[in-house]
């Protein structure tokens, strides 16, 4: 009965390994034996299946024991694991059963048993290299000394092979299963206790004793240890217990000690223990025999095993001694493990495991079978992968280096722990496969299959990252060095036509310098944009200030420049005029205006800004809206509406308020006080109803057609209102209609149903005066021609208020005290009359 490979742990699916596992030949079958007699077989190194090759009595055993206690030893010891009703000890006398043997000079047994016609049929088979078991006796060894039909002992003792091998596997089965479980657990306990951490049942039997086949307790018998049990015991027990001995890194002798067991015991775990090491020393001294062949055969550049070797690009490749060392990093070492078994190692796995079992199955095979000691061959394969990294791959490449080290942790882990290691070793070459082979070069592979590491997991193990972290290098690829781009040093362009030659005509070679009129002006910092404009502050030769606007036009649009125009004739007319911007040059050509002007520090709209949120400050609100309206007032005194009046177009210069832009400003005829537009233009936020009511109008065009065209009405007034919305904006923090959007707050400015709210307190809870509020609805009637004009706002209560002194005050009342006294009745027209008359006096008062 073979071992059940699906119930292993994780073994699903898998087929038992050729040659794999002697266990399953050790289990007595005598077709097996006749394999191991003639194949090297390896067995595994669970403590439970280590019972195929009989332990030979070693002289370093025999050298431990006296010779009384060698005197003990005889032949019921050495059957005790028998089946005491098919081999009778008097049948070892049988003369027979030795002479059916060949004797063979120097053995051990042979040597203690020697000229005793005792010997058991087990010592001749051992003698003659047959696969030894205690029921391997064959008919015709086996005879019953009285006579009986050795056939029925015979039937007995298969019936019993049958039995116990039945029994074994169940057991062997039940013991993986559990040494699965606790294989971790294990690998920090000693050998003894890993030993009762996987049969705890059994020591605890043994230990605190049992009750024997004769019902006798053997309580009395328990101070002789465990295999002093073993006596009393079945042979199944027997063969169990025997094989659940662990011991561990210990010799026999430490064993005993540890154990405090009788010297007697010596050669049994003796047997245990060179039977354990017997595959061992056969492995190392194959494995040195198959290094020794690599070796030669890669010396002589002929493989000869029929493996692909890989070629070493050492033109391209750097030893590891002059790659620097580094740690791997996060990143790719998570990636070796979650790459480990993934879907891509999976699905390549049939594929490669063809490909091994096609190459390299004898090489995999005897790999599978060698126990995970050998760390001569393993640093020779370490050795040889190393010396062919390719520093040139790619980074998939670099899985291999962390791939060696797991196998050396593997292979540490696995000592104590080697069990069914078939089906990840394949899994493991799908692996290494799989970074080799997929890494975008299936021709070149760093190294042959058959130097691979042949120590895999069972499982995929996990291994925490800081194992390989903390405490490995790999080599990494060099850094590459920093590319050098080639930097064209781009000289900057040279103006060749009129505006880039300077006074003495020479080209100008500074990239912010803009000439008009051949003065060369630096560019220093934009001052704001327009809606066809940028202004920059610039400088000339002399290191003096300017504003330079530079207006981009349609040249061949009449209209456009016809406009332009217009806004420098204005400026021409009031640059005498210290409540307008003064334009000291301008050039217009090619499409494009340039206006040298005085330049200021800051527009209106931009100290606004900065007090948005503040406090109320009415000497503030006043301060500034009587600048602005003498502004206005010398514009509209020179007969020009602006038009477009709006905080933006207030400049201080030198703390002087200046009035800019008169892009649409118009002349207007003394005679008359509106002028209309054929376009809506300007600000909607200060824009007055009349400057957005389109005016139906029929004029006459094109020589006698008349055509109806719609026509806006600007005028002073306007310019008026646009001045109430400023100062509405100073008091509430927004114009009258800012809290309409977009095409609503047109329609509310056109719409009179829609009323201004001037609240006497603000948005903070402040009150206020009475003055403006009477200012700001006198300068947004709705009604042009009830507005008041810019010097009736400029006289007004707010921007002129009366300022007396408490002696003005004093001598006020007693003057209308005294006069009232003398009238006997002061008329209405008195009244204001006199009120004119101190008002006047408080004009020319000065406080
Ligand atoms: N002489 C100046 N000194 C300082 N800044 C100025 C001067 N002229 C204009 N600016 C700034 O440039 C901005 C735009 O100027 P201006 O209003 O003349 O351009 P615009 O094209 O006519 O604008 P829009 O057509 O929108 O009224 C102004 O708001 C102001 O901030």
């Known amino acids: ?100 043997v060949n004797h063979t000079p120097g053995n051990t047994y042979a040597s203690i048993h020697s000229g005793d016609p005792s010997q058991s049929t087990l010592f001749a088979q051992y003698r003659s290299h047959q696969q030894p078991s205690m029921t391997t006796m064959n008919s015709t ?8 039909d050795f056939e029925n002992s015979f039937q007995k003792i298969k019936s019993m092979q049958q039995s116990m091998r039945e029994e074994l596997t169940s057991r062997h089965a039940e013991r993986r299963s559990r040494r699965f479980l606790n294989s971790s657990r294990k690998e920090f306990l000693g050998p003894a206790k890993r030993a009762s951490a996987i049969f705890p049942e059994a020591l605890d039997r043994r230990f605190s004793g049992t009750t024997n086949s004769n019902g006798t307790n053997d309580n009395n018998n328990s101070t002789d240890g465990l295999l002093q049990l073993n006596r009393e015991e079945s042979p199944e027990e027997k063969l169990s217990l025997s094989s659940q001995v662990d011991l561990g890194d210990l010799n026999p002798v430490q064993y005993l000690k540890k154990h405090d067991l009788p010297t007697s015991e010596l050669p049994r775990i003796s047997r245990l223990y060179f039977e354990k090491q017997k595959p061992r020393k056969m492995e190392l001294a194959r494995l040195k025999q198959e290094i020794l062949r690599e070796s030669r055969t890669s010396s002589s550049g002929n493989n000869g095993s029929g493996v692909q070797h890989i070629p070493i690009r050492r033109e391209n490749s750097l030893s590891a ?83 060696l080290k797991r196998y050396k942790y593997f292979d540490e882990h696995h000592n104590n722990n080697r069990n069914n290691d078939y089906e990840p070793e394949s899994k493991r070459y799908d692996l290494f496969e799989d970074h080799r082979n997929g890494n975008n070069n299936k021709d070149e592979k760093p190294i042959s299959l058959e130097r691979l590491p042949s120590e895999a997991p069972p499982v995929a193990i996990p291994i925490h990252p800081s194992v ?89 649009d009449d209209s456009s420049v016809n406009g332009f125009k ?36 800051h527009d209106l709209s931009q100290i606004l800004n900065q007090r948005a949120g503040m406090p109320l400050d009415i000497e503030f609100v006043r301060y500034h809206a009587r600048e602005m309206l003498k502004c206005v007032k010398v514009v509209h005194d020179a007969g020009i509406v602006h038009s477009d009046l709006k905080p933006a177009n207030f400049v201080f210069v030198k703390g002087i ?36 009511v389109a005016m139906n109008y029929t004029g006459q065009n094109d020589g006698d057609k008349y055509k109806q065209q719609n026509r806006w009405k600007v005028g002073k007034p306007s310019d008026v209102w646009s001045c109430g919305c400023i100062i509405y904006q100073m008091i509430y923090g927004r114009p009258p209609y800012g809290g309409f959007q977009g095409q609503n707050r047109l329609l509310a400015i056109m719409n009179p149903e829609v009323k201004i709210i001037f609240s006497e307190k603000t948005a903070n809870d402040e009150a206020v005066p009475r003055s403006i509020l009477d200012t700001m609805k006198a300068c947004l009637l709705r009604n042009p021609d009830k507005r008041l004009t810019v010097d009736e706002v400029l006289d007004s209560p707010f921007l002129k208020p009366v300022m007396v ?36 006096k408080l004009a020319d008062i000065r406080l």
């Open 657 to 692: 308020l200046k009035i800019i832009d008169f892009g649409i400003a118009n002349a207007v005829p003394d005679h008359t006080v509106n002028i209309y537009r054929e376009t809506q233009i300007g600000t909607p936020n200060y824009m007055a109803p009349e400057a957005l």
């Open 141 to 148: 060894d086996v005879q019953d000394k009285d006579g009986n």
């Open 805 to 840: 002194t408490p002696f003005f005050i004093r001598d006020l009342i007693k003057n209308a005290v005294r006069y009232g006294a003398d009238q006997k009745e002061v008329s209405k027209e008195k009244v204001e009359e006199l009120a004119d008359d101190v008002l006047g």
């Open 566 to 601: 217009g806004e420098i004739e204005l400026l021409n007319k009031l640059k005498d005029k210290t409540r307008v911007v003064k334009l000291f040059d301008y050039e217009m050509e090619h499409g494009v205006l340039y206006l040298i002007m005085e330049c200021g520090d």
């Open 1 to 100: 009965m073979l071992p059940r490979y699906n119930s292993l742990p994780g073994s699903e699916q898998r087929q038992p390994p050729r040659n794999k596992g002697t266990w399953k030949y050790s289990l007595f079958p005598e077709h097996d034996q006749k394999k191991v007699s003639t194949k090297t077989i390896f067995t595994d190194d669970s403590d439970d299946e280590k019972i195929s090759i009989p332990p030979k009595l070693s002289n370093f055993g025999s050298a431990l024991l006296s010779e009384k206690e060698k005197e003990n030893i005889n032949e019921n010891d050495l059957f005790e694991m028998l089946p005491k009703d098919s081999v009778k000890p008097s049948s070892l006398n049988n003369e027979p059963y030795y002479n059916s």
């Open 321 to 403: 001694a002059t790659q620097p060392r580094r740690k791997l990093s996060d990143t790719s070492s998570r990636n070796i493990f979650q790459r480990g078994f993934s879907s891509p190692v999976a699905r390549s796995v049939d594929s490669q495991r063809n490909i091994l079992s096609d190459k390299s199955s004898l090489k995999h095979n005897e790999y599978d079978s060698y126990p995970h000691s050998n760390t001569l061959l393993y640093s020779h394969r370490k050795r040889e992968a190393l010396a062919n990294i390719d520093v040139n791959r790619n980074n998939n490449d670099q899985i291999y280096e962390p791939e």
């Open 468 to 556: 390989i972290q903390e405490n490995e290098f790999h080599h990494r690829e060099a850094p590459k060095p920093p590319v050098v781009k080639k930097v064209e040093i781009v000289e900057p362009e040279k103006r060749t036509d009129s505006k880039g030659k300077s006074s003495n005509g020479e080209a100008l070679t500074r990239r912010n310098a803009t000439t008009v009129n051949d003065v060369e002006y630096e560019k220093i910092e934009l001052l704001g944009r327009g809606g066809s404009s940028k202004v920059y502050k610039v400088k000339d030769n002399n290191n003096k200030l300017y504003a330079l606007k530079r207006v981009v036009f349609d040249e061949f």
